[in-house]
């Protein structure tokens, strides 16, 4: 370990260790347009898919593993930089008491409509204002499950680089594509290509077991406690429920992208 | 307001203001055999399935609401107790910055599962090790959605009396069946009756979808990390499996829950 690349930590105070810190905070990943990703396997799925860490922070006492050598070895041809620290302050780093024994720094991705290609999939997921990071992180990872091309992010939604929506992704951050737009952004941008726009909606639609899907399908949920703005549903080619046999008339935003995107995944097979 | 089950708080050290926020712990919820649930409209779903709060919290300063003074004529006829207190004291009981105007208490339920009448629903959902409450509390709301009678957790789950897990349940933690068991303990109970086991599994299975579920059909997801234990999978009756496109071999724990739910009552419908 006596590279460049590399180096030691052990102070709290350490300007890196403030540095990663802050990176919890989502002013600072903005102003720093970077972000923090945990674990071993979350890191190996960003490195298998062509993301690696410009910055890896690893505890001193760790348990040898050969997907870390590889890691290790990508940051290090990548040119990035290797911090050795302790596990306490990893701990403080990752805001847990049992933090991952690896975590990475990457640059914020592109998430402009533009970095999309809507032929790469049949279907592609979009949520409007949800405010949930962890029903983020769960669509993605979701996305990633029914081989969908990626999350599209409409209005102001939480933000998919933190801590949360990330863990909660599984990996599936790095491997689903992922765009931030606004409705007036998003609605022009679809209508210029093929796409059929698929509202999940608590209004007047049709079943949503059986509907006439097509691809590229774009499966459409609402606000967590709102749903979807009546013109936004209006906007769309098929408005779809799920049958709500009990008191209450919504599911979780996460989970009603994931009964429709599973429904839509079979509708497409034949 | 002079009636004698009434009181006005205004201080932070108040004795009730202490109990009321060490409810968010789990051992002062165990000691105590109370959990908090916040909000108009999950006290209501509580009021219409018969339960009413030993104890209502209210702001001093708020918008009047029929729902409201259906809930306090509920709790006065039940000779409960109603305290009035300040927006910040609410705030410093739920931990919330923006407190729901209301609160209340509530014994917690027995959850043996002799409680369970199985032929009052057909489906169950059941979870092994389920470790986060907002999964725990999302599969109780999609519970309510798909009709199941309930949710059964087996083993070390998390805790359905949390603020988090009530929460998530959108008020479902009322109306939905809930029972807490070992495994040693859930099996024979299952095989004392009518009841198909069907495991979410990553092993060998058959596909979910056109599977032959039968009624009353209990659902089991595993722990969010490690899946189902093999000999659980292997006592099941059923072993079933969705399509995994991309590059995780898992759901989340509520969205397995969820997917395969919806299909089970589809299923039976038809």
Redesign the interface.
Known sequence: MDRANRRQITGYSNPTVKFLKSLRDKKHRRREGRFLAEGLRLLT?AR??GRVPEMLVMADKRDPHPLLDALIAAVDVAGGEIVETTPDILSKISGKDNPQAVAGVFAEFDTTLATLDRSAAPIWLVAQALRDP?NLG?ML???????AGGLILIDDCADPFSVEAVR?S???VF??GLAQATWDEFLPWLRSGAGQLVAASLREAVPY?GAPYTAPCFVLVGNESRGLPDNYERASDLRVT???????D???A??AA??LG?EV??SLKG
């Open positions: 799925d298998e898919n962890g769960t990872r979701t996305g990633d499950a029914i081989g909660a599984m990996g599936a491997t689903q077991r799920m049958p709500m046999k009990g008191r209450a919504s599911l979780n996460a989970v994931a009964v599973y995944l079979a």
